[in-house]
């Protein structure tokens, strides 16, 4: 989690699930770049994937992580992204 960009790609997915392609839109890097730091997630237990035809799908895996991220987004998250997160009604 030290990366900014792994904290990116989280702020990116929050509750939804997307494709690398859609992640890569979303935080203007590179695939190689994107897909070495959803690796190191992957393998951190940090997100799930999986694969519909030629596509692969991340989603974090599971809610008391959204919570973790949820809460750290306000302070870690580019403002940029926020567009990408429609107002939460319950706050």
């Given amino acids: 989690m030290a990366h900014p960009l792994r904290w990116k790609i989280l702020c990116s997915l929050g509750d939804s699930e997307l494709s690398v392609g859609e992640i890569v839109e979303r935080t203007g890097t590179s ?4 897909s ?6 992957r393998n951190k237990n940090i997100l799930v994937s ?3 035809a ?15 991220i949820g809460t750290m987004r306000n302070v ?5 992204l926020n567009d990408y997160y429609p107002p939460n009604d319950d706050d």
Avoid: G
Wanted: some cysteine; proline content about 3%; glycine content about 0%.
């Fill in 31 to 34: 695939q190689s770049n994107i």
């Fill in 36 to 41: 070495q730091h959803l690796e190191q997630l």
């Fill in 50 to 52: 999986r694969k519909d």
């Fill in 54 to 68: 030629n596509r692969i799908y991340y989603r974090i895996r599971n809610s008391q992580l959204l919570t973790l």
């Fill in 76 to 80: 870690l998250c580019p403002t940029n």
